[in-house]
T-cell receptor, first 115, second 112 residues
């Protein structure tokens, strides 16, 4: 257990529905990342927060995706009008500003299945 | 473009032997090269990193080698144990970025 928690661990939804995932980073970590991972592939970067500011977004993050970190602590990732191609594991990671960018602490992920 | 790839999808080794996992990268401007381990049902776990101005770094039972001439990264695990069974990803951080760019992974199987 890295100390990063994600909720829910599994989500099954029908195409067209909206879903929201939550990430609680390690408490003193002010950097927070979202990644998406499909079966057999490495995680793909989605977005990055430093405190409450969203500093970087991937081209993968279409208009249907939005992420927030309103108080610089927990973060949410919302997917609107889900599509079958959104089925994946959504991973959250965090790190302290005092450590290397290389060492990110990952949560267990939320597995999304879109029917 | 930015890409990190791996030579072999699966590596099977005998318990106690040394393992070598290889990776090729294409972005010469990356500052860091990193190895992560992912066990089934868990998120990736940091193993070791190496800065672009180094060619070797050692950790506990692991060594990472960086060959910038041929853009090659390797992870050596000494005395491989059953607990080392996992998928291993190489990753890089491009200069002036914060994100990890992962390759597709190598599955390490340790035979008893």
């Amino acid at each position: 257990d890295t100390g990063v928690s994600q909720d829910p661990r599994h989500k099954i939804t029908k195409r067209g529905q909206n879903v929201t995932f939550r990430c609680d980073p390690i408490s003193e970590h002010n950097r927070l990342y979202w990644y998406r991972q499909t079966l057999g592939q490495g995680p793909e970067f989605l977005t990055y927060f430093q405190n409450e500011a969203q500093l970087e977004k991937s081209r993968l993050l279409s208009d249907r995706f939005s992420a927030e970190r309103p108080k610089g602590s927990f973060s949410t990732l919302e997917i609107q009008r889900t599509e079958q191609g959104d089925s994946a594991m959504y991973l959250c990671a965090s790190r302290s500003g005092r450590t290397s960018e290389a060492e990110q602490f990952f949560g267990p992920g939320t597995r999304l299945t879109v029917l | 473009g930015e890409s990190v790839g791996l030579h072999l999808p699966t590596l099977s080794v005998q318990e106690g032997d040394n393992s070598i996992i290889n990776c090729a990268y294409s972005n010469s401007a990356s500052d860091y090269f990193i190895w992560y381990k992912q066990e089934s049902g868990k998120g990736p776990q940091f193993i070791i990193d190496i800065r672009s101005n180094m060619d070797k770094r050692q950790g506990q039972r692991v060594t990472v080698l960086l060959n910038k001439t041929v853009k090659h990264l390797s992870l050596q695990i000494a005395a491989t144990q059953p607990g080392d069974s996992a998928v291993y990803f190489c990753a890089e951080i491009p200069g002036s970025s914060y994100k990890l760019i992962f390759g597709s992974g190598t599955r390490l199987l340790v035979r008893p």
